[in-house]
């Protein structure tokens, strides 16, 4: 993970880009995570979206990948009969993606999805940092993700209701509200000539 968030820090240095705030949802925060550790130069804030990679005891992850499609989609949405994706109705080139998604993870998280050293680590982030949470996620729950924000020096909770894992498929408008407002709040100003 640490080499992933190198390689999209140094994509914006690529780029040029200053000011960005990154935001990751679930293993993309954990890549978020990584790269406050990292040179964030750039970067001003960063809004972790139900985020794994940290390990909390009494709060364990859904072992996501001994799970069927359906199962995902149960710990995943407030409301999974809405949401969720029923394989057999996927084209097959829709099965590839889905697999190769998978496969990608597991390539990226192991055979977990978390590390046990990165919560000791989060104390070195000195970039404002919001975590969101939906109130229905059970692939981690709310306590976990406010474990991952007591984590992060001076880092914000947000919880958001009738959310699961995945709040920027079930609750778009909300989960953009926080995060526009967060970002905004922390906007640096430069000025025009």
């Known amino acids: 993970m640490g080499d992933l968030a190198a390689l999209y820090v140094a994509l914006l240095t690529d780029l040029g ?30 809004v972790l979206v139900d985020a794994v990679g940290i390990v909390v ?28 994706i029923d394989p057999s109705r996927l084209s097959p080139e829709a099965l590839r993606v889905m697999t190769g998604n998978r496969a990608a993870l ?4 192991g055979t977990s999805m978390g590390d046990a050293g990165l919560s000791a680590r ?8 919001l975590v969101v949470w939906g109130d229905s996620d059970r692939i981690a729950d709310a306590g976990y993700g406010r474990a991952f924000a007591d984590a992060i020096p001076g880092a914000q909770f947000q919880l958001l209701t009738d959310s699961g894992h995945l709040p920027q498929i079930e609750t778009p408008g909300a989960l953009l509200d926080a995060v526009w407002a967060f970002a905004q709040s922390r906007a640096v100003i430069r000025p025009t000539s």
């Not at 880009?17 to 679930?26: F, K, L, P």
């Not at 597991?106 to 998280?109: G, K, P």
């Not at 989060?122 to 940092?129: D, E, F, S, Y």
């Open 17 to 46: 880009v200053r000011d960005v705030t990154v935001v990751g949802n679930s293993i993309g925060g954990w890549i978020a995570a990584e790269m406050a550790l990292a040179d964030t130069e750039r970067i001003s804030s960063f």
């Open 57 to 84: 005891p009494g709060h364990p992850i859904a072992d996501f990948f001994s799970l069927s499609p359906r199962q995902v989609a149960e710990l995943s949405y407030h409301d999974p009969d809405r949401f969720g």
């Open 106 to 109: 597991s390539v990226y998280a």
């Open 122 to 129: 989060l104390a070195a982030v000195r970039r404002p940092t």
